[in-house]
């Protein structure tokens, strides 16, 4: 069963700084493509980057390139998404993804 739990999320002002953190098990992780995705209140789920099995390979949204980065770690498990100079509009919840399958997700407020 695949199992994806997101952490990290939290309340940071305009300007900061999130890392975020997908713990994933129950399938071979180092196979798999990932992806970050997000919904914001109101709106429906919006591709930010994902990156290849490997790591090397990666792609962003308009929205978030040059400020985010995802990364993999896959004698670990881990997705991670480093988020710099945050800002309102990227107040999310945010879900790792393999394929459709997501964890619960993480909220992310960019706020004052």
């Known amino acids: 069963e695949v199992q994806l739990v997101e952490s990290g999320g939290g309340l940071v002002q305009p300007g900061g700084s999130l890392r975020l953190s997908c713990a994933a098990s129950?399938?071979?992780?180092?196979?798999?493509?990932m992806s970050w995705v997000r919904q914001a209140p109101g709106k429906g789920l919006e591709f930010v980057a994902n990156?290849?099995?490997?790591?090397?390979?990666?792609q962003y949204a308009d929205s978030v390139k040059g400020r985010f980065t995802i990364s993999r770690d896959n004698a670990k498990n881990t997705l991670t998404l480093q988020m710099n100079s945050l800002k309102v509009e990227d107040t999310a919840v945010y879900y790792c993804?393999?394929?459709?399958?997501r964890g619960q997700g993480t909220q992310v407020i960019v706020s004052s």
């Open positions: 993804d393999r394929g459709g399958a």
């Open positions: 129950g399938f071979p992780f180092a196979r798999y493509g």
């Open positions: 990156i290849d099995y490997v790591g090397t390979i990666t």
